[in-house]
């Protein structure tokens, strides 16, 4: 097999990456300078005292609702985007990416999952469902104290200007933009040597056992793991692919759909979190734990319905 070069993937990472990163630019930019103003204007803590009593109980400020609503709508980078504009702990932090990871770009993701052939409003209260749940149980078992995110500089500065506001808009936006490029360029490049190299079946042979645990079946583990390298959209367009070529049925698909709704891209998704300082370990044990639950409790009900039903 003839090596290629090193320079060609990089080209390749390079070009795709500085599209990807305009392309998110674009979107996260505008959103991050109207929560600023939101902010100055007094509407995230009009926002804060009409939903603190909710999230309280997910100990977090009602300001934060906002993090939480975007997400569901838009990919991560823009609840991003916003989280690094509020003053917010460690701990809160955890929380909110746990939740946001969840539930992120339902409309697109869920419509990816429903082509299929997995119920589009089922994956969606699903994940929204979950965020919840996990955002309550975390409340109840981080510890109090966790300290300040790596982006937190200690004190809130004042602003009492547009002008003011619009230099820390800016400051923000380059950090973020750096981070995304660099994120990006880096998945890019890593997925161009998986498959350059042809990585990635032999990658699927290999966690077999650990699909066993997830009580998935062995013909999801090249979409399983397509899935938590690059997310739900290139995931679900191979398993189209699979379903009709008759690698994968519509119920192995499903128990697969219903992993990767609540566990998916832990690559990308973890970097940029873990960039701003939360635990790796704290994602991936509830990802993991809430991912193994959903399927087996879903293996559950159906044997119930369905006795003779084996995956």
């Known amino acids: 097999m003839q090596m290629l070069s090193w320079k060609k993937l ?28 939101l902010d100055y204007f007094g ?32 990919p991560l980078y823009a609840p991003l985007a916003i989280i690094t504009s509020l003053p917010i702990t460690l701990r809160e932090l955890t929380i909110l990416a746990l939740m946001c990871q969840i539930s992120h770009n339902l409309p697109v993701e869920s419509a990816i999952q ?19 749940v996990v955002g309550v149980l975390l409340n109840l078992i981080l510890p109090a104290e966790m300290g300040l995110p790596l982006f937190a500089r200690g004190s809130v500065t004042a602003v009492t200007s547009i002008g003011a506001l619009l230099i820390l808009w800016l400051k923000g936006s380059l950090q973020i933009a750096l981070l995304i490029l660099v994120i990006v360029f880096l998945l890019n490049l890593f997925y161009s040597m998986l498959e350059a190299y ?48 008759g690698r994968v049925t519509r119920s192995e698909a499903s128990l697969l759909n219903h992993h990767l709704a609540v566990s998916h891209s832990v690559l990308e998704d973890n970097l940029l979190f873990v960039a701003l300082g939360v635990s790796l370990w704290w994602i991936l044990a509830v990802r993991f734990t809430i991912a193994f639950a959903v399927v087996w409790l879903r293996r559950f009900w159906l044997n119930l319905r369905s006795p003779r039903v084996t995956f």
């Open 43 to 74: 509407t995230l803590a009009w926002l804060a005292g009409f939903l603190d009593p909710l999230f309280v109980n997910m100990g977090l400020p009602g300001s934060t609702a906002i993090v939480f609503i975007t997400s569901i709508f838009l």
């Open 198 to 245: 042809r990585l990635i079946p032999g990658l699927s042979r290999a966690i077999e056992p650990l699909l066993a645990f997830f009580g998935l079946p062995r013909s999801t583990a090249f979409l399983w793991l397509i899935g938590y390298i690059v997310g739900l959209a290139y995931g679900g367009a191979l398993m189209i692919d699979q379903m009709k070529e």
């Open 10 to 37: 990089m080209l390749q990472a390079t070009g795709k990456s500085a599209r990807t990163t305009l392309w998110l630019l674009r979107i996260i930019l505008p959103i991050s300078l109207l929560v600023r103003l």
């Open 114 to 132: 429903a082509k299929t052939g997995t119920s589009f409003w089922s994956m969606t209260l699903l994940r929204i469902t979950m965020s919840i």
